[in-house]
């Protein structure tokens, strides 16, 4: 399992807690206000918009919230107009990271990026240095107790994706992302819950990281995403089950 399904797989199984819900509805509502308004309010015609509905529900975000969102983005209510940016950046262990959000103050949000990673011992790198280390891919995790193997196999691989990978406790499927509606339709279509679906980023290598550097990794990933101008931190670790689950403990 990659390591950012890992990484996905822990922050679901700890819950998200109360005093970041705030900031998690920030997160949301940047991400459905930009998508309404580079591609119109209509999620039927609209996949970007569609899936911010669908974390937007994952975080029991009220209907309203979305609503208002939305047409701050199509221009029915005045809204703030958000930027999009990118960052490359490497973490301790010589893990190398790619972020992605959205601000209304590029000078600021540098300003701050940089500030988390100089404490956290990380550093920005040169634009575009580790973005190539990544792959656009849609990854849809279902645990094993929701469907049978084989079963599941047959849905996926007809409906398009590429590849599914077993673990423990959940299967990890992953596809083209001008497939991934295809294959998410098809698994929901069959009445098999989901735990997350959602186009990522996917390391197309990986660093294997291990003692310390390990808790440095998460801690500066967590602190990144806990910045309201992040929407997403894509890492290329390889860390094993076990130092993984002792460091989130």
């Known amino acids: 399992m990659s390591g950012h399904s890992k990484w996905a797989k822990i922050k679901h199984a700890k819950g998200a807690a109360d005093a970041k819900r705030g900031a998690a509805f920030t997160k949301i509502t940047r991400e459905i206000t930009t998508a309404a308004k580079e591609g119109g309010g209509n999620p039927d015609t609209n996949p970007r918009l569609r899936t911010a509905m669908v974390r937007a529900r994952g975080i029991n975000m009220p209907a309203s919230n979305v609503e208002n969102a939305i047409k701050k983005g199509t221009g029915e209510l005045p809204g703030v107009s958000y930027e999009s940016f990118t960052f490359d950046a490497y973490g301790p262990g010589g893990v190398a990271l790619f972020i992605e959000g959205l601000t209304d103050n590029k000078n600021r949000t540098t300003a701050e990026v940089r500030n988390i990673l100089n404490k956290k011992n990380g550093s920005l790198a040169t634009p575009g240095s580790t973005a190539f280390l990544f792959a656009k891919k849609g990854v849809i995790l ?28 959940d299967y990890e499927v ?44 998460l801690g500066l990933i967590e602190a990144l995403e806990d910045y309201e101008d992040i929407q997403n931190v894509y890492a290329n670790f390889d860390i094993s089950d076990e130092d993984m689950a002792a460091a989130t403990a």
């Open 142 to 169: 279902v645990e094993t107790k929701a469907s049978d193997e084989s079963a599941l196999m047959d849905i996926v691989l007809e409906a398009g994706a590429e590849d599914m990978q077993t673990s423990d406790e």
């Open 174 to 217: 992953t596809c083209d992302p001008a497939s991934f509606e295809a294959v998410r339709s098809a698994i929901e279509a069959k009445g098999i819950a989901m735990k997350s679906a959602e186009v990522t980023m996917v390391p197309t290598t990986t660093v294997k990281v291990t003692g310390g550097d390990v808790k440095g990794v």
